[in-house]
């Protein structure tokens, strides 16, 4: 059974421009997670969906950030216009239900220049 | 609010010694605790959680971690350090829900 996949792997982008990362969660998973690990520092809770729905998106940092997850399957995380900043890598994870285990995907590492 | 505090951001042992991780946490519920490993590439893996059963928790590849609440710590050991276990290794905390409070990560390096 395939895992939480992301693209891209790794993105380089200049500053004020647009990125869409994308998360495919394990297939029947309901509960989406972005998390972001700036570097050098923790990895940080952005949002939660359940299914299409938007549970809980304390953790994202300012309205230049924009999840996305329509039809409740894959979920894009779009930034825009990128800053310096938003550099780092975000995670994606996905689990059946709120409070079991979550699988994380690998990453995508983000570099704003 | 929780937190957690992993004590060393880098960590060299010799193939063979004994692996020992710290994590010290906060929260004002009984914790959920968990630690996770990441491999050069790979994704976030969890090795195991404490979820206030056993306050001994064992995982996967030989690993194991201690809740000791009067210490507010769970660090994590390996008795033989191997070195396919050089990664980067995060404690996590949480109150029962998917919202994982993350340490800044410890990268172990294992020398031959």
């Known amino acids: 059974e395939a895992g939480v996949t992301q693209f891209p792997s790794h993105s380089v982008i200049e500053k004020g421009q647009t990125v869409t990362l994308r998360c495919d969660p394990i297939?029947?998973?309901?509960?989406l997670y972005w998390y972001r690990r700036v570097m050098g520092k923790e990895i940080k809770f952005l949002l939660h969906?359940?299914?299409?729905?938007?549970?809980?998106e304390s953790g994202m940092p300012n309205n230049r950030f924009l999840a996305e997850r329509t039809g409740g399957t894959y979920s894009t995380l779009k930034v825009q216009p990128a800053e310096l900043e938003d550099s780092g890598v975000y995670f994606c994870?996905?689990?059946?239900?709120?409070?079991?285990?979550?699988?994380f995907g690998q990453g995508t590492r983000l570099t704003v220049v | 609010a929780q937190s957690v505090t992993q004590l060393g951001s880098h960590v060299s042992v010799s193939e063979g010694a004994l692996v020992l991780l710290r994590c010290n946490y906060s929260?004002?519920?009984?914790?959920?605790l968990f630690w996770y490993v990441q491999y050069p590439n790979q994704g976030l893996q969890l090795l195991l959680k404490?979820?206030?059963?056993?306050?001994l928790v064992k995982g996967i590849n030989g690993f194991e971690a201690e809740f000791k609440k009067s210490e507010t710590s769970f660090h994590l050991t390996k008795p033989s350090a191997h070195m396919s276990d050089a990664a980067e290794y995060f404690c996590?905390?949480?109150?029962?829900?998917?919202?994982?409070?993350f340490g800044t990560g410890t990268r172990l390096k294992v020398l031959a």
């Open positions: 994870a996905s689990s059946l239900g709120g409070n079991t285990e979550a699988f």
């Open positions: 297939s029947g998973h309901d509960n």
């Open positions: 969906f359940v299914k299409e729905s938007k549970q809980d």
């Open positions: 929260s004002s519920v009984p914790p959920y």
């Open positions: 404490y979820t206030s059963a056993a306050t």
């Open positions: 996590a905390v949480s109150e029962g829900t998917y919202k994982y409070i």
